[in-house]
C-alpha cells in the first residue's frame, strides 16, 4: 500500500507557507508505516517542536492502474475520506531550505491520520465535497473539493504518469488554508458534509 500527498493543491494555502502556486500537482509519498492503525494513540513526536495539522481530503484507489486519463480516472477511486497529513514544520522549513526531500518532516510513522471512509457518490463527483477540522471545538479549516487547482482526476492521471496506482493506495489530495500547531492534549475532529470523520486526541 501506497500513500501519496498531494501539496500546494490550494491557492490559499500555498500562499500562507510563502510558496509559489504550483503549474503541476506536487506529490511526495508516505510509507504504509506512516498510516496512524485504528485504536492506535497518536503521540507528539519527539524530534519536533512545531506540530502542524493539514486537513485534507482522501480517495481510496479501488482498481490498479497507470497511465490512467482523466476521462477515466473515476472509476480508480471509491470511496473518501478526510484525514490528516502530518507536519513537523520546523523540520520541513529547515529541510525546504537546504533543498532536501521532505521525509523526515512528513513520512514519519502515524503521521497519516484517515477517518471512516464514505462511498463516492455521483453527487460528490458533480457538486463536489465539504470538509472541516475542528480543533478543540473551534473551526480551524474548512474546505471545499472545488477549490483544489487540480482536481481528483486530474491528480489520478499525473500520478499515474509517473507510479502505478493498486488498490487500498491512498492519495491525500491537499491542504486548504489555516493549518497551524497542536500540542498535547488537543482534540482535532474532522467532518465530511457535516458528518464526523475521527477524532483524535494529540497525546
Ligand atoms: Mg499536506
Same mark, same amino acid.
Given at each position: 500500500m501506497k500513500i501519496f500527498c498531494i501539496g500546494r493543491n490550494y491557492v490559499d494555502h500555498a500562499k500562507e507557507l510563502n510558496n509559489e502556486v504550483p503549474t503541476e500537482p506536487v506529490v511526495f509519498l508516505k510509507p504504509k508505516s506512516a498510516l496512524l492503525q485504528a485504536g492506535v494513540p497518536f503521540y507528539y513526536p519527539e524530534f519536533t517542536n512545531e506540530l502542524h495539522y493539514e486537513a485534507e481530503l482522501v480517495l481510496r484507489v479501488a482498481k490498479n492502474g497507470r497511465y490512467v486519463p482523466q476521462r477515466h480516472a473515476h472509476k480508480y477511486y471509491n470511496a473518501i475520506t478526510v484525514g490528516l497529513d502530518f507536519t513537523a514544520r520546523d523540520i520541513q522549513n529547515e529541510l525546504k531550505k537546504k533543498g532536501l526531500p521532505w521525509e523526515k518532516a512528513?513520512?514519519? &510513522?502515524?503521521s497519516a491520520v484517515i477517518g471512516s471512509w464514505f462511498d463516492f457518490t455521483p453527487d460528490m463527483a458533480k457538486n463536489g465535497i465539504d470538509f472541516q477540522l475542528d480543533v478543540n471545538g473551534e473551526t480551524r479549516q474548512a474546505g471545499h473539493s472545488? &477549490?483544489?487547482?487540480?482536481?481528483f482526476n486530474e491528480l489520478v492521471e499525473n500520478i499515474t504518469q509517473y507510479f502505478s496506482i493498486n488498490i487500498g493506495d491512498l492519495i491525500f489530495t491537499g491542504t486548504p488554508a489555516g493549518v497551524g500547531e497542536v500540542v498535547v492534549g488537543d482534540v482535532l475532529e474532522g467532518y465530511l458534509e457535516q458528518e464526523k470523520a475521527f477524532r483524535l486526541e494529540i497525546k
Open positions: 512528513k513520512a514519519w &510513522d502515524s472545488s &477549490d483544489m487547482i487540480f482536481h
